[in-house]
């Protein structure tokens, strides 16, 4: 089961990233080239402990639909994600805010795996890593480029 972990510091305190994070418009704005859509549950404003979303975004050329649930909250240090139906066999998305001089460690831990057995061990190790890391970077960098303006 592969796990990402990302890093990205951003000069913002905790709750502020927190609190971004949790929003599904900077969340849209940040996947705008996946054209990611929230189109049922909380698809405006903030999510919060026990409400679900379901993203529909296009990935590898093809339109996909997620639904995650927002399963822990420690506000404003940690909240964790996880998948309730999509195409992952599973996935659990931790976000960890760490308070450091002139500003927070964000720490991104994504846990997941495909379907399909071996050859699902086979995507994950060969294309889904990368792709998702590279998704997740970019989806960082539009966070603090919000959070620091």
Not at 40 to 67: D, M, N, P, Y
Not at 83 to 104: A, L, Q, V
Not at 106 to 135: A, C, E, H, Q
Request: charged fraction near 25%.
């Amino acid at each position: 089961m592969p796990i990402i972990r990302i890093e990205t510091f951003i000069k913002a305190p905790p709750q502020k990233l927190f609190d971004l994070c949790l929003d599904m418009d900077v969340h849209q704005a940040g996947m705008s080239d996946y054209k990611e859509k929230a189109i049922a549950g909380v698809t405006k404003g903030v999510i919060s402990l026990g409400e679900t979303v379901t993203w529909r975004a296009k990935h590898f050329g093809v339109f996909q639909k997620l639904t995650v649930q927002i399963t822990e909250v420690d506000s404003p240090n940690y909240f964790a994600d996880e998948m309730i139906k999509g195409s992952f066999k599973r996935f659990k998305h931790s976000h960890y805010f760490e308070y450091k001089e002139g500003g927070t460690l964000m720490i991104d831990l994504f846990d997941f795996n495909s379907p399909l057995g071996i050859i699902g061990k086979f995507v994950d190790k060969y294309i889904m890593t990368d792709y998702m890391t590279r998704l997740l970077i970019k989806k960082n960098q539009h966070l603090k480029k919000q959070a620091e303006s």
